[in-house]
């Protein structure tokens, strides 16, 4: 059973950055697409950004052009760098596949005071 596991969060002003990172137990990131998922208290999980197997990227329109998703295969390892962060963005952030999720990771809170 593959494992995740989120890192790099924190409290950061507004118009701060943050670089998130997913390190998977086992390889996946080069057989299937992955993404960022965020829940804020109180709301949905959502799917903020997604990058395929070919490198292809989908961003939700509230983080377009502010956040980029990328992936080391080789790493295992999924990352989310967040910029120009606004305080709307405070939630829990989760990484997990697309389409076929495995068991959720803890998260990783992100915290943006305005």
């Known amino acids: 059973q593959v494992q995740l596991a989120e890192s790099g969060g924190g409290l950061v002003q507004a118009g701060g950055s943050l670089r998130l990172s997913c390190a998977a137990s086992?390889?996946?990131?080069?057989?299937?697409?992955f993404a960022w998922y965020r829940q804020a208290a109180g709301k949905q999980r959502e799917r903020v950004a997604m990058?395929?197997?070919?490198?292809?990227?989908n961003y939700a329109d509230s983080v377009k052009g502010r956040f980029t998703i990328s992936r080391d295969n080789a790493k295992n390892t999924g990352y989310l760098q967040m910029n120009s962060l606004k305080p709307e963005d405070t939630a829990v952030y989760y990484c997990?596949?697309?389409?076929?999720?495995?068991?959720w990771g803890q998260g990783t809170q992100v915290t943006v005071s305005s």
């Open positions: 997990n596949r697309v389409g076929s999720l495995i068991p």
């Open positions: 990058i395929t197997t070919v490198g292809t990227t």
């Open positions: 086992k390889s996946i990131f080069s057989t299937t697409s």
